[in-house]
Every structure is written in C-alpha cells, then in structure tokens.
C-alpha cells in the first residue's frame, strides 16, 4: 500500500500563474482532504470531500478548488497565484468508519514568488 | 466552537526522562482524541487516538496518552524519551464520529530531546 501520494514535492510559481497539486490514495477511502500548514499556525483544512462528486468548504478556500471525480483522486488547483499561499500542503484520507483516523501525503512544498 | 489549544510551543527533556506534551480541547459531546507526529520534511503520523473505554491509551514507539473528562485534557506521555522522538506533535480532536472532516488540529508542539 502506497497510501496517500501527493505530487509534486515543490513547486515555485511566479504570481499569478496557476498549477494542480495531485494527489491520489489506494485505501479506498471515502473522505479525503486537503490542509495547508503555516509556521506555527497548525493545519488548517481547504476542502474536502466525502466520496466522488461530492466537494465541500473547509475554513480557508479562498483561492483553491478542487474535484473528485474517483474515490482514489482529489486534485488541488490553484488559481491566479498569490505569495499569500506559499505553504506546505497536505492531502490527507479517512475512511470515515474507524474513529476518523486521517492518514496524511508526505506534503507538497509550494512557494509563490 | 470546538477547540484544541497546546500551551507549549517547546518542549525540551533530556534523553532518558519522561516526557509529557501537553493538550487540552472544548468539544460539544464525546471527542474522539488523537496525537499526530510530523518529523522534519514529512508528512504526519498517526500516534494514538481515544474514542471510549480506558482512559489510559497506549500507542506507537512507546507513547501514550490518558484522557481526563473532567480537565479536558489528553497529555502526551512517554516514559523515557529518545533523541529520535524529537519532531512536532499535533493534538486533533473531532466532536464523535463524523468522518474527519470536522478534524481540528492545534498548532502543534516541538520535541527537542537532547543526548
């Protein structure tokens, strides 16, 4: 089991531009999420979606989106790029049935400049 | 609102004591409890959770946590810490089973043991 791979690792984007973080699991979770960690401010959750087709607000959505099109894919995309996003983001799955246990991708890097 | 606050950005101990990361949380009904831990460059890692039942829970590399109602608490603990359990440690808590997505994580604590 690979678990949650989230690619890529790092990214550089000038302002304005956009990109896709990718992420995919193969535990055949239902739930599956997308957090942003900033320096001492904890995780903070994007969206997320509780099975395909169905996406939802997490506290900090404001420039992002996402789809879930299959149970095992949840691309992030960023839109027209701002320095205020420049962070490390976390995909993350649940299946939802075992005490909400979340396993977490090993993080992509981006920075915004 | 539900909560989670860890009052210690450090916590320092030397190799050999315990240790004890500190949490304590508001939630509405039964929490379910969990402790994570990042290492540098990585993503987190389930440590340990308390849904119901004993208020002492054990967990992966030696560490467990006990559950106080009464203080709202759940402390990190581990008898006797090694250089390698230095890393950052995040308290969550989720108002029961609700699939995750209701997760909140606190800001996290820094483990630093010293050989």
């Known amino acids: 089991n690979a678990g949650v791979t989230q690619t890529p690792k790092f990214r550089i984007l000038k302002i304005g531009q956009s990109m896709t973080l990718q992420c995919t699991q193969d535990?055949?979770?239902?739930?599956m999420y997308w957090y942003r960690q900033d320096p001492g401010m904890g995780l903070k959750l994007i969206y997320y979606?509780?099975?395909?087709?169905?996406?939802d607000k997490g506290e900090v959505p404001n420039g992002y989106n996402v789809s879930r099109s299959t149970t095992e894919d949840f691309p992030l995309r960023l839109e027209l790029a701002a320095p205020s996003q420049t962070s490390v983001y976390f995909c993350?799955?649940?299946?939802?049935?075992?005490?909400?246990?979340?396993?977490f991708g090993e993080g992509s890097w981006l920075t915004v400049v | 609102a539900q909560s989670v606050a860890q009052p210690e950005d450090q916590v320092n101990v030397a190799e050999g004591n315990p240790l004890t990361v500190k949490c304590t949380y508001s939630v509405s009904g039964n929490p379910y409890l969990f402790w994570y831990v990042q290492y540098p460059n990585r993503g987190l890692q389930f440590l340990l959770k308390?849904?119901?039942?004993?208020?002492l829970v054990k967990g992966s590399y030696g560490f467990e946590a006990e559950f106080n109602k009464s203080q709202t608490s759940f402390h990190l603990k581990k008898p006797s810490a090694l250089v390698s359990d230095s890393a950052l440690y995040f308290c969550?808590?989720?108002?029961?089973?609700?699939?995750?997505?209701?997760?909140?994580f606190g800001a996290g604590t820094r483990l630093f043991v010293k050989a």
């Open positions: 993350a799955s649940s299946a939802g049935q075992d005490g909400n246990t979340i396993y």
């Open positions: 535990m055949n979770h239902n739930y």
């Open positions: 969550a808590v989720s108002p029961g089973n609700t699939g995750g997505f209701k997760t909140i």
């Open positions: 308390y849904i119901t039942g004993d208020n």
């Open positions: 979606s509780v099975g395909a087709g169905i996406t």
